[in-house]
């Protein structure tokens, strides 16, 4: 029943930016991967952005040069700069971490694009 605690989302208009961040328990340990993704209704989950400890990077090509990922090993925890917000990247936010034993999910966090 474990879960990632996220925070950080809300309204923001176009162009504007949004700062998302997600915290795990300390008994989370060994966590290779943090990850974002997001969800609209009747949409499958996509990856948005990825890291792994060595802090190397991915991002999807949507969201590539306009978000940026990153980690604090020390605290567990993984955030979200999102920069020149378009419409479109209106959606759910979950974070997500994974390690040796399974993979954790935030609750979701509401960002809305609009003006």
């Known amino acids: 029943q474990v879960q990632l605690v996220e925070s950080g989302g809300g309204l923001v208009q176009p162009g504007g930016s949004l700062r998302l961040s997600c915290a795990a328990p300390i008994s989370i340990f060994g966590i290779g991967l943090m990850a974002w993704y997001r969800q609209n209704p009747g949409k499958e989950r996509e990856l948005v952005a990825g890291v792994i400890r060595d802090g190397t990077t991915n991002y999807a090509d949507s969201v590539k040069g306009r978000f940026t990922i990153s980690r604090d090993n020390a605290k567990n925890t993984v955030y979200l700069q999102m920069n020149s917000l378009k419409p479109e990247d209106t959606a759910v936010y979950y974070c997500?971490?994974?390690?040796?034993?399974?993979?954790?999910w935030g609750q979701g966090t509401q960002v809305t694009v609009s003006s």
């Open positions: 997500k971490m994974q390690n040796q034993i399974g993979a954790y």
